[in-house]
């Protein structure tokens, strides 16, 4: 009989841990890339991951697009205002646009991702969760083991 999906917490005890063995190769060759392990301790961890659980990363991605999008409001003005420019700019509209978006899109996602990243470190951060959290946590999973076993 298969076996089918459980979705109660599991803990692994050490007996059921296998060991890590590395499986040797017939022939090693240069070429393969080595073996590097998973870090575990927080000084093996780059900078940026290392202590308090913070929102930089995802405030920095939010940073990043809204640069890009706000880029693209070069490309609006430049048609709200074509006959203006183009007469200012002696009819190159598309190639100055395009260079202009090119640069200011660079220069606001580094911005943008710089201060996204200052204001994701102080918003998004990981806390405890409430006892109110907790209960409905609690009531969810005692639901949702109750309808695994009907199954």
Known sequence: MP??????????TPEDSPAFTQ????QPSEDSPAFTPIPT????????ARGEVNGGPLGCCFGI???LIL????????RLYADPL???????????????MALVACAAAILFGYLGWKIG?????????SAKQK?????????????????
Do not use: C, D, K, M
Not at 3 to 12: C, D, G, R, S, Y
Not at 41 to 48: A, D, G, I, T
């Open 86 to 100: 183009a007469s200012f700019l002696h009819s190159g509209l598309s190639i100055s646009v395009r260079i202009v």
């Open 121 to 129: 470190r102080r918003v998004y951060r990981e806390y405890e969760l």
């Open 71 to 78: 880029s693209l409001s070069i490309a609006i003005a430049s």
């Open 3 to 12: 076996e089918t999906a459980n979705l109660e917490p599991f803990e692994q």
């Open 135 to 151: 209960q409905r946590l609690e009531r969810l999973q005692r639901r949702q083991r109750a309808r695994s076993r009907v199954r």
């Open 23 to 26: 499986i040797p190769s017939e």
């Open 41 to 48: 301790s927080q000084e093996q961890l780059p900078p940026e």
């Open 65 to 67: 697009v809204f640069g």
